[in-house]
């Protein structure tokens, strides 16, 4: 063998064992995704199957497969079950080699699995859950906190109400950790613009009939009934508001956490003129529109919510993260490096991770149109205003972080 042929030889084995240790970081050369959601509940439309269609499409868009690292995605129904979606957890990190959990739209449940997830040192991508104790008191170096929380819906929604005359405030409240901290925020930033919360009933999750619930908001005489609850709840309790003509006895209903699924069952005439806070909308742009048309297909014809939009910018941040570092064997490490990556994708373009976990962007502001203003299927909202990123979301030396110095 010539002396050309033995360095050409020799150059080519060397590029072998170096490719093989780039991938050598990742277990059988895969990134192994959980989607941990409601798949047969109340939170099903808001995210469910339609948080696996927007997963897969970031694993497409990234490009990461055409790179030679494949990603598998998983998915299960946490039942709205603490213990379920812990156990599920568990599974998936010790027996199943599953790298990352994304969505959890149960803030009991999330917080259950950024607890596990930090244990295990894996990554938790949480854009399903409200509780902005996730970047606060139970903040982990493990989770990112995408999307949306109840910190951004009540100094949305509640302050924006309350400055407009809606000083007094009665709140029917999901008996878990979503409707507690949503209540917290929300009373937090109504008195901050002067307001005063008059009362409170809590309601158990997933309730069909919210007639005595109702009735109580209605006898305290507040000018606004906060619903501190989400998905079918929302739903139930502005079907029978609307039945027991509350809005036309002089009181308002405040949907705390409404998504685009929520005003679609309702419809226009029932949900016309509600006001609310959310951070994706899919008729925003031309990048929106576009992603929109390729997941209502998947997806039942639904149209994305934020949560699904989350789960999409998430995933697609997570995947950049790690082909960065060659590896997601640390979870701590991928999270280190998607804080110290500027995040950038179609659905809430440019933005920032904070060191306690809250990744940045701007908020919205928003009205659902009367039916005489909708011009096609799902057009339903017209921008009030909107949020900037740095004012969306509380400020870190106010939610108690352990990870801010």
């Known amino acids: 063998m ?9 150059v080519a084995i060397a590029g072998l064992f170096t490719a093989g240790a780039a991938n050598a970081q990742f277990t059988n050369n895969e990134i192994k995704l959980g989607v941990l959601s409601d798949m047969s509940s109340l939170y099903t439309d808001l995210a469910g199957q339609g948080s696996v269609v927007a ?3 970031a694993v497409e868009d990234s490009g990461i497969e055409k790179r030679g690292i494949k990603v598998e995605i998983v998915s299960a129904d946490h039942q709205n079950k603490p213990d379920v979606g812990s156990a599920i957890a568990r599974r998936w990190y010790d027996a199943e080699g599953v790298d990352a959990i994304v969505d959890v739209p149960n803030s009991g449940v999330a917080l259950a699995v950024a607890a ?8 938790f991508l949480a854009s399903g859950p409200g509780s902005s104790d996730l970047t606060g008191k139970a903040c982990s170096p493990n989770t990112v906190h995408f999307t949306y929380d109840t910190w951004m819906l009540a100094n949305g929604t509640g302050t924006a109400i309350t400055k407009k005359g809606g000083t007094s ?8 950790a979503f409707g507690e901290a949503l209540q917290r925020d929300t009373t937090a930033a ?12 809590k309601v158990p999750i997933n309730n069909q009939d919210f007639s005595s619930f109702l009735l109580q908001a209605q006898a305290s005489k507040a000018k606004v009934i906060g619903l501190a609850n989400a998905g079918g709840d929302t ?11 509350i809005v036309k006895g002089g009181q308002s209903l405040a949907g705390l956490l409404v998504f685009i699924t929520d005003v679609h069952s309702l419809g226009l005439q029932t949900a016309q003129g509600l006001t609310f806070t959310t951070t994706f909308y899919w008729d925003q742009n031309d990048k929106t529109r576009a992603f929109s048309k390729r997941f209502a297909p998947q997806d039942k014809g639904i149209h994305p919510t934020m949560v699904h939009a989350g789960v999409y910018a998430s995933v697609l941040h997570y995947l950049k993260a790690v082909e960065a570092l ?3 064997a640390d979870g701590v490490a991928v999270v280190n490096e998607m804080k110290k990556m500027p995040t950038d994708d179609p659905l809430f373009g440019k933005g920032t991770i904070r060191v306690d976990g809250r990744a940045l962007h701007p908020a919205y502001l928003v009205q659902v149109k009367k039916p005489s203003e909708s011009k096609a299927p799902w057009d339903y909202y017209k921008v009030l205003a909107t949020i900037p990123a740095d004012q969306a979301f509380r400020p870190m030396s106010e939610g108690g972080c352990s990870l801010v110095k």
């Open 55 to 57: 997963a897969k499409m």
């Open 190 to 201: 109504v008195e901050k613009a002067g307001g005063k919360v008059l009362g409170s009933v």
């Open 169 to 176: 405030w009665f709140f029917i409240t999901a008996d878990y």
């Open 116 to 123: 596990i997830t930090k244990e295990k040192n894996k990554v």
């Open 235 to 245: 739903t139930n309790s502005i079907k029978q508001a609307a039945e027991f003509g």
């Open 326 to 328: 060659k590896s997601d």
């Open 2 to 10: 010539s002396t050309a042929r033995r360095s050409l030889l020799a």
